[in-house]
């Protein structure tokens, strides 16, 4: 991935946070004082992603602090050589890491009803144009412990969903590939995990 790719992809994270931030608590606010048994199973189930986010974020750490450190650097190359090593770590350090081991069965359910009451509402073709129309191909090859490949555009998904998702941290980011969501190591490149069939088909 090229340099200003990536500082990109970085800035795009710092936004969503700032954004999360102004969003969650009227979300909250706006849910009222008792959840409805959907609500209230959703929010453990994004509340176990977390913790399984949280998890991989360790061992990506873990697995990063054993490498030499990657120096300040404009060489795409030496980028590339430390993605690549660090990804090779990792899948490592996870050699049986499957679909679902973040997007849990509960955790997809509670992704597919938030992307629904975020892109069905008045706002649902400025939401869906935020995702580029030359967005990656939705029929590209999505595999856990895969590389996101170079040759593919980059598409996070729109503000309303972001501020409605689980925000993450920095290490890694969602990404949208036609209808699937999956989480994405932002300094290896590696497909964390995917969930499949997240985001409602266009109207």
Known sequence: ???KRWIRSRGVSGLVALSLCVAAPRMLAGQG???TKEQAAD???????????QAYVKLQKTVESKLPALKPTDLPEMITAH???LARKI????PKAKPGDVFTD???EAFRHVSRTALGGPRSAQ????????????NMRLAVNGIYPDTEPITAPPPELLAAFPPLPVE??????GRTLIVMDVKSRLIVDVAREILPQAP
């Open 127 to 138: 939401s869906r144009g935020y995702m580029r129309p030359d967005g990656p191909n939705p």
């Open 172 to 177: 890694v980011a969602y990404r949208v590939v």
């Open 106 to 108: 509960a955790a997809r």
């Open 43 to 53: 929010a453990a189930a994004f509340k176990e992603f977390s913790v399984r986010v």
């Open 33 to 35: 004082a008792v959840p």
């Open 1 to 3: 991935m090229s340099t």
């Open 83 to 85: 993605q690549q090593a």
């Open 91 to 94: 899948r490592e350090a996870r």
